[in-house]
């Protein structure tokens, strides 16, 4: 377990200002304590700094996990940002889909969400964005990126694309057996 460097550190937080904006800076600064990223064996975690202290007397090739995975490393060295984060994500996110019952397996199966599929989008959404995705019910189902503004959606085919898939809750039971997360 280790402090990020300064370029692991650019890399994480530009991921993260994709999806909540410039409000990556309360996600370190609670009310409830400072807060922190640690990197461990690729994956980079968010963690309280007195869990973190409690946890500085484990060797690191006895500790497994610790806090929440917000992602990690690929060997290309570029952050992938891991569903285990989406209950931050969801709190804090500027940009937000809602998708119909129809094609709410679609996206847990990891398609994409066409227009035929959407419900509603946030107001003033950017192209790329980083977009939180829920159902009608208001469950956050997953994440991915806007394919296409706000106002070009209405113009578009149904067959369109208009989330581009990232990570979804059903790719947390998926990857749960093979020991990706």
């Not at 129809?102 to 398609?111: C, D, K, T």
């Amino acid at each position: 377990m280790r402090s990020l460097t300064d370029e692991e550190t650019t890399l994480v937080f530009e991921k993260l200002v994709r999806f909540i904006g410039k409000d990556v800076e309360k996600l370190i600064n609670r009310p409830d304590g400072t807060y922190c990223f640690r990197y461990h064996q690729n994956k980079v975690f968010y963690l309280s700094e007195s869990i973190m202290k409690q946890i500085s007397n484990i060797g690191k090739e006895n500790l497994l996990s610790m806090g929440t995975c917000v992602g990690r490393f690929t060997h290309s060295k570029k952050f992938r940002v891991g569903i285990t984060f989406l209950d931050y994500l969801t709190q804090n996110a500027k940009y937000k889909v809602w998708i119909k019952p129809s094609a709410e397996m679609g996206f847990l199966y990891g398609n994409s969400v066409a227009k035929s599929g959407l419900a509603r989008i946030t107001e003033g959404t950017p192209q790329y964005a980083g977009v939180v995705v829920y159902n009608m019910s208001e469950i956050p189902l997953g994440f991915g990126v806007a394919a296409q503004a706000t106002q070009y959606c209405k113009d578009l085919e149904a067959t369109a694309a208009v989330v581009l898939h990232q990570a979804d809750i059903g790719a947390y039971v998926r990857e749960e057996n093979s020991g990706l997360i």
